[in-house]
Nanobody, 124 residues
Framework: QVQLVESGGGLAQAGGSLRLSCAAS????????MGWARQDPGKEREFVAA????????YYANSVRGRFTISRDNAKNTVYLQMNSLKPEDTAVYYC?????????????????WGQGTQVTVSS
């Protein structure tokens, strides 16, 4: 059974930074593409970023491109999301996700497993 556990969320000021981590277990993490999505109450879950299992390919939503960086450490079964230049509109619950498909995900429907989420709040 796949288990994804996020950490690193919290409160930040606009313009600040946070780093999210996601520890994966229960499935062969090293061969799976990984990603992040976010959801504000009352809104649909929104794709944020994805990274290939090798770490060589990444894809970002337009809303975060140039500010967020996704990375992974296969030796630690962990994926990260470095968030810089945070904006109040980045406030959401952030979810780690894992895909068993061969293509790099570009939408939330292409992920197979989800974590429980971690809250990120950005104050103006």
């Amino acid at each position: 059974q796949v288990q994804l556990v996020e950490s690193g969320g919290g409160l930040a000021q606009a313009g600040g930074s946070l780093r999210l981590s996601c520890a994966a277990s229960g499935h062969t993490f090293i061969r799976d593409n990984m990603g992040w999505a976010r959801q504000d109450p009352g809104k649909e879950r929104e794709f944020v970023a994805a990274i290939s299992w090798t770490g060589d390919s990444t894809y970002y939503a337009n809303s975060v491109r140039g500010r967020f960086t996704i990375s992974r450490d296969n030796a630690k079964n962990t994926v990260y999301l470095q968030m810089n230049s945070l904006k109040p509109e980045d406030t959401a619950v952030y979810y780690c996700a894992q895909s068993r498909g061969g293509l790099l995900p570009t939408r939330t429907s292409e992920f197979d497993y989800w974590g429980q989420g971690t809250q990120v709040t950005v104050s103006s």
